[in-house]
């Protein structure tokens, strides 16, 4: 199985002059092979190897300055636009122009050096850069949820789209992941007072440790509040801050994976709320920030793994009033949108239970739907 990860590239001057010096030299060799085409008749892509190694190289020498497999590949993606045409009835191939998206494939190549594996292509979410051949290391965004991409890169494609964004596309080989065979579902209610409430009625609660962290860094900010800024006293005050903070992001990732470690192994079907909607009636403050950092992590973790496990995983609407709706008759009480109500007694069917509870039904629900829909349409 292919994935393909396409991030945003972020050259610098020296990175952007040779990668458009590429898109040309790509571009000149299609074009002129194209015209041999037009000209001589078809020819096989080895053949315009040959020939290109041995006269046009020295013909145009500027050409030399790229990686050969760039020249490599543009020969052969004229072929296949060829072939296209001449098999499939594919409008005959367009020259390229510099004003059109531009693009250059480059190929994975893997070895060894000193005893240790090395690939020519490496992606580093960490230090949010790509290590490409010629360029060296090129910044990158997207995938701000992913610690690293799994699988095996094959290639890259580093292109110029006509607003003069660069982008590169890696082509990854991942093992095929057959999903398992659906036996028990499950829907998760996020809150504040408890973390999470499954619907089979277990609870997680807020991590004791992270509410003692939390504690400790609510007291740091005050006295941080009381000194004189800039002063010696203000950055050691701040710098053990910092150190806090880490230590609560640290603790809060071990926490949250033990939690969605089990979630992932014991159900197929897992389904949770979209976006964080209960937070965000949350006043500005730490507790918010905390709240909002468990959620995403949350979220993030039980996506990978349930990737990795073969499992289904749904974030349902973010309109769907999961915690207003009778997970029973279906009716909707708004009453049910201020969070101090704990208890949900449906007015209809008078269904009483724990309001948590209640809506972590309803997720499930709406995450079989999807599944229903994902699976028999
Ligand atoms: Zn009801």
């Given amino acids: 199985m292919y994935k393909a990860y396409k991030f945003k590239l972020y050259p610098n001057d020296n990175q952007r002059e040779l990668i458009n010096k590429t898109f040309g030299c790509s ?5 002129y092979y194209l015209s041999r085409n037009k000209e001589a008749g078809y020819k096989t892509p080895y053949t315009n190897i040959k020939d290109y190694t041995n006269n046009l190289k020295y013909e145009k020498p500027f050409l ?14 004229l072929d296949d636009n060829l072939k296209r045409h001449f098999n499939n009835n594919f ?26 594996n090395y690939c020519n292509i490496e992606v580093d979410l960490n230090k949010r850069v790509i290590k490409l051949p010629k360029l060296k290391e090129v910044e990158i965004r997207g995938y701000r949820n ?29 093992p095929d992941i057959t999903k398992k065979e659906v036996r028990e579902v499950v829907g998760i209610d996020l809150g504040i007072k408890k973390l999470i409430t ?6 997680y609660d807020n991590n004791k440790y992270i509410e003692k962290y939390e504690k400790r860094i609510k007291r740091l900010q005050r006295e941080l509040s009381r000194k004189e800024k800039g002063s010696k006293n203000y950055y050691k005050c701040k710098e053990k ?5 880490i230590k609560l992001s640290n603790a809060r990732k071990y ?5 969605t470690k089990e979630i992932t192994d014991n159900y197929d079907v897992i389904s949770t709320e979209g976006l964080n909607t209960k937070s965000m009636i949350m006043k500005k403050d730490l507790s918010k920030e905390i709240t909002d950092a468990s959620f995403s992590e949350i979220l993030r973790q039980l996506n990978y793994k349930s990737q990795l496990k073969g499992k289904y995983f749904y974030q349902i609407s973010t309109y769907y009033p999961s915690s207003q709706t009778c997970s029973v008759c279906e009716n909707v009480d708004k009453k049910y949108k201020n969070l101090s109500e ?10 009483t239970l724990d309001r948590d509870f209640n809506a972590s039904i309803n997720i499930m629900f709406e995450g079989l739907k999807l599944y229903m829909k994902e699976v028999f349409n």
């Fill in 91 to 116: 409008g005959y191939p367009k020259y390229k122009s510099k004003y059109d998206k531009n693009s250059y494939m480059t190929s994975a190549i893997y070895g060894k050096y000193k005893d240790k």
């Fill in 198 to 203: 499954l619907s089979d009625g277990s609870i």
């Fill in 255 to 259: 926490y949250l994976h033990k939690i």
């Fill in 146 to 174: 992913l610690d690293k991409i799994n699988g095996r890169i094959i290639n890259a494609t580093i292109s110029r789209e006509r607003n003069n964004k660069y982008y590169v596309s890696v082509m990854v080989e991942v």
């Fill in 342 to 351: 704990r208890t949900y007694k449906c007015n209809k069917c008078n269904n």
């Fill in 27 to 31: 571009r000149f060799v299609y074009n």
């Fill in 64 to 77: 030399q300055e790229v990686d050969s497999i760039i020249i490599r590949k543009a020969i052969f993606h």
């Fill in 241 to 245: 801050l910092n150190i806090l903070y």
